[in-house]
């Protein structure tokens, strides 16, 4: 906990680093395996992300049929729901169109998904 607190105290993006877990799940879904394998280490060693999780997560990001897999999509989907930004616009104006491309597709996602979660609450 405390390096975590001290590496948001430097950090200069203005981003907080709990959202590294959110931007794992955007690029795993957007098919950015290099970025989502460097934001899920970061996870782990920055947020001390469980390591069972880690692992299966890693696993997910190491077979490229995995990634295409409708329920690992859920999955990412899910979890970058409950890692989500409270505001999104803040991505914006440091990652641009990437990030905007990577949103749109986890949005998507969410929305083919949504239906699917009311109907069985």
Do not use: W
């Amino acid at each position: 906990m405390k390096r975590y607190r001290q590496i948001q105290k430097i950090s200069c993006s203005g981003l907080s680093v709990s959202q590294l877990l959110f931007d794992f799940c955007l690029a795993a879904l957007d098919g950015d395996i290099l970025n989502a394998k460097i934001y899920l280490a970061h996870s782990f060693y920055i947020l001390g992300l469980h390591r069972e999780l880690n692992l299966l997560l890693s696993v997910i990001m190491n077979d490229s049929y995995l990634i295409k897999n409708e329920d690992v999509r859920k999955l990412l989907v899910l979890l970058a729901r409950v890692a989500r930004t409270s505001n999104p616009s803040i991505h914006l104006g440091i990652y641009s169109s990437v990030f905007e491309r990577r949103y749109a597709i986890y949005t998507q996602e969410l929305n083919r998904l949504t239906p699917l979660c009311e109907n069985k609450i």
